[in-house]
């Protein structure tokens, strides 16, 4: 179903508010990594994934490990034409789709509960902030191989490989921005081995609240790499 919000532009400040509206996983799992996308990330991501380069206003996009459901539901709200969100955690459905009815006809997200092993099917576009294998080794992977497997352009949020100090500085001081920097060889090889091509790689400063027992500070600042990845068939 179409969104009227596709007839005009949405300011990223609007978008953020958008989503600071939106309800958090109550309990979230360790072992899943449920931690949620920042609004700051997930409002930059979306604009440049809709306004720079075209991919979400009357596109068809999936959210793969939706969790609460931010990057559908704003993919949704900017214009998106059909917007599927899959987790494998009913906790993490039941407050996406609550988060729907809050959002009311501003967004129309369709919210699928399993694992996604068993997507199918076509997308123009998969936007993905997956368990980046702090818990459990390479879980990003698989979200990787079925993001190019089931859609043409792949937006996804990856740990920066290393803890580089000059980076921090260099986004800190440019609140809200992104720095392209080089892709990781290994995500490079790992995508190009499955029909895909990294086109650009951006670091960002995300900062999320304490929410597992083993965070020792209050809150945390992290750099994430968004990687936009094409398929080259
Ligand atoms: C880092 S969280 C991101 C949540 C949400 N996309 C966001 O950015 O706020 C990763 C999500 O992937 C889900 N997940 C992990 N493994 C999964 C799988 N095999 N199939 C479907 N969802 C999975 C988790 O339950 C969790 O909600």
Redesign the pocket.
Known sequence: MGNPAQKRLIRKLELELFLSQMES?PSP?AS??????SEAI?ATMLYLAAYTNGDIIGKTVL??????G??ALAASYLGAQCVVG????KT?IKTASENSEKAGSRTNVQWVL????AVTGSFDTVL????FGVQKRA?DR?FLEKALEVGNVVYSLHNHPCTDKQLIQRLKANPGGLLQIAPSPFIEKFVGGRHGVVQAVYAMLMTIPRMFDFHTKMKHDFVVDLYLIKKSE
Request: with cysteine; proline share 6%; hydrophobic share 30%.
């Open positions: 996983q799992k899943l990594e449920q931690y949620t996308v997930a959210d793969l490990g939706c969790g609460t931010k990057l899959v987790d494998i955690d993490a399993g694992d996604i092993g993905q902030n997956p368990p879980a698989k």
